[in-house]
């Protein structure tokens, strides 16, 4: 579908600073890349972290840009090009894209997720729920992306603000009444969702994470709560009242205000009544029901699943209905039998808490079994959390096994001795460190017998290896089955 629309029109939103040039052309469509500069585009200057939109302005001009959005104008002018001048172009984009869609957010009852653990399997349970209450349903999230039926390859957490305005259209354009996207804090500070009007928001939780991209808690917690600051009135905000920041994203929230809560008064409330290990046995709002999930994470992740379906005006019986149908999300706490009587679990825990959580299930299922891990942590990203993982992981295994996750650009060996250090001299006995990721599992399935855990963490859903910049195929799942059948 081709669009053109008025300048006006595009930057009605727009805190213009300065204004150069023609006041109002027809724009042909909006970019933010300068290779797909094109005659007749509105193209916004970005300042980036390893590049500066600023610097391309002479080729996206030189290609017959018509406007240029920036926070500085480039020294030469070109007459013919309007130039407007803004505080932050991000934010700008933002709001361009939402108009330039004609603000597809305002006609969906979007909501977001946002916290450091569950966005995933919250986003994409809420999904499963309405389809299978009978609606048309969008999907933005870690694992991939739903346009109702028709699925995508997700390629962030949080896409462009172009991207999710595309993609929120597309979903108008199927029938969808309803959007869950996950809300990344790097989203929320790169004002990747301005412009996008939420009719609800959930908080899940905040542990360590991202501090090489925040620096520091509380701007990562800032991030996070500025999410809430901005939800309107008429929508509302569930927050985790068990996580101690909770409260502190209701602060000065406009929004009607909920909780849910597993262990303290709150709205909406579970309790877990048995464990066993195909489910739980949960009780929700004293109501009884049989899930197909396992672990004290998951009652959490279910109830803010209920709570917000009851929010969206869904009958609350018919929902648990529905939850107790419901599976596990790809890569999430993913159970893998093997033919001589272990198991082997796949899950995407990448954070000290999150492996926490997930060893901490398996250790309330296993009867005498080991438990043997298989651990990494990825490249250019958070180094101060690596020590913290390994410690959490030799502290509720009987064996660890260090290996690669995604280098990306680092020394993958590096990355192992920065893990390492966090390992107590009195448990090393019990650590092996194996750079190739395969070698790793191929190591954790031989070690393991019959009644035995392999907990293979980290990449859960993701189906590639990113050393130096290359993405190479790898997939836990495929490799681990592979494994099966090679120890037979």
């Given at each position: 579908m081709t669009i053109s629309m008025k300048l006006s029109r595009c930057i009605e939103d727009l805190t213009v600073l300065e204004h150069l040039?023609?006041?109002?052309?027809?724009?042909?469509?909006?970019?933010?890349?300068?290779?797909?500069a094109a005659p007749s585009c509105l193209f916004v200057a970005q300042k980036g972290s390893r590049s500066d939109g600023h610097d391309y302005i002479p080729e996206v001009v030189a290609k017959g840009a018509a406007v240029i959005v920036c926070e500085n104008l480039p020294s030469e002018i070109n007459p013919e090009v309007t130039y407007i001048r803004t505080g932050n172009s991000n934010l700008a984009l933002g709001l361009i894209s939402a108009a330039w869609f004609s603000h597809p957010s305002r006609k969906l009852k979007l909501v977001g997720v946002t916290g450091t653990n569950g966005k995933t399997t919250i986003a994409s349970?809420?999904?499963?729920?309405?389809?299978?209450?009978?609606?048309?349903?969008?999907?933005?999230?870690?694992?991939?992306v739903r346009v109702d039926e028709?699925?995508?390859?997700?390629?962030?957490?949080?896409?462009?603000?172009?991207?999710?305005?595309?993609?929120?259209?597309?979903?108008?354009?199927?029938?969808?009444?309803?959007?869950?996207?996950?809300?990344?804090?790097?989203?929320?500070?790169?004002?990747?969702?301005?412009?996008?009007?939420?009719?609800?928001?959930?908080?899940?939780?905040?542990?360590?994470?991202?501090l090489d991209y925040h620096k520091t808690v509380e701007a990562y917690l800032r991030a996070k709560k500025s999410f809430f600051d901005r939800l309107p009135a008429e929508a509302f905000a569930l927050t985790n009242a068990d996580d101690k920041n909770g409260k502190v994203m209701l602060q000065?929230?406009?929004?009607?205000?909920?909780?849910?809560?597993?262990?303290?008064?709150?709205?909406?409330?579970?309790?877990?009544?048995?464990?066993?290990?195909?489910?739980?046995?949960?009780?929700?709002?004293?109501?009884?029901?049989?899930?197909?999930?396992?672990?004290?994470?998951?009652?959490?992740?279910?109830?803010?699943?209920?709570?917000?379906?009851?929010l969206l005006g869904m009958d609350a019986a018919e929902v648990l209905r529905i939850i107790s149908t419901l599976r596990p999300v790809s890569g999430r706490l993913e159970f893998l039998n093997s033919p001589t009587g272990y198991t082997a679990i796949v899950d995407y825990a990448h954070t000290p808490d999150a492996l926490k959580n997930v060893l901490q299930t398996l250790a309330q299922i296993r009867k005498q079994g080991k438990i043997i891990s298989v651990v990494g942590a990825g490249g250019n990203r958070d180094k101060t959390k690596r020590p913290?993982?390994?410690?959490?992981?030799?502290?509720?295994?009987?064996?660890?096994?260090?290996?690669?996750?995604?280098?990306?650009?680092?020394?993958?060996?590096?990355?192992?001795?920065?893990m390492y250090a966090g390992v107590?001299?009195?448990?090393?006995?019990?650590?092996?460190?194996?750079?190739?990721?395969?070698?790793?599992?191929?190591?954790?399935?031989?070690?393991?017998?019959?009644?035995?855990?392999?907990?293979?963490?980290?990449?859960?859903?993701?189906?590639?290896?990113?050393?130096?910049?290359?993405?190479?195929?790898?997939?836990?799942?495929?490799?681990i089955t592979e494994i099966f059948k090679e120890l037979l």
């Open positions: 040039g023609p006041k109002d052309k027809e724009i042909n469509s909006v970019c933010f890349d300068s290779r797909l349970l809420l999904y499963n729920t309405l389809k299978a209450l009978g609606y048309k349903v969008g999907l933005l999230s870690t694992v991939c028709q699925e995508l390859p997700a390629t962030h957490t949080t896409p462009d603000a172009y991207a999710i305005n595309s993609l929120l259209s597309q979903m108008l354009a199927a029938g969808c009444e309803y959007a869950f996207m996950e809300v990344s804090s790097h989203a929320v500070d790169q004002e990747r969702i301005a412009g996008l009007h939420f009719a609800g928001g959930i908080y899940t939780n905040l542990t360590h994470d991202h000065n929230c406009r929004a009607a205000h909920y909780t849910y809560s597993c262990r303290s008064l709150a709205d909406f409330r579970a309790r877990l009544l048995e464990t066993h290990s195909d489910g739980m046995q949960l009780d929700f709002d004293g109501r009884e029901v049989h899930v197909r999930f396992i672990g004290k994470f998951n009652v959490s992740n279910l109830l803010a699943v209920y709570g917000t379906a009851v913290e993982m390994a410690l959490e992981a030799v502290r509720a295994s009987d064996t660890l096994i260090l290996t690669s996750d995604n280098p990306r650009f680092e020394e993958p060996q590096a990355i192992l001795d920065d107590p001299a009195e448990v090393r006995k019990r650590v092996l460190s194996i750079v190739d990721r395969r070698e790793a599992i191929r190591t954790a399935c031989r070690l393991a017998g019959k009644g035995d855990y392999v907990l293979v963490a980290g990449k859960g859903h993701e189906d590639y290896q990113e050393i130096k910049g290359v993405k190479y195929p790898f997939d836990d799942k495929k490799i």
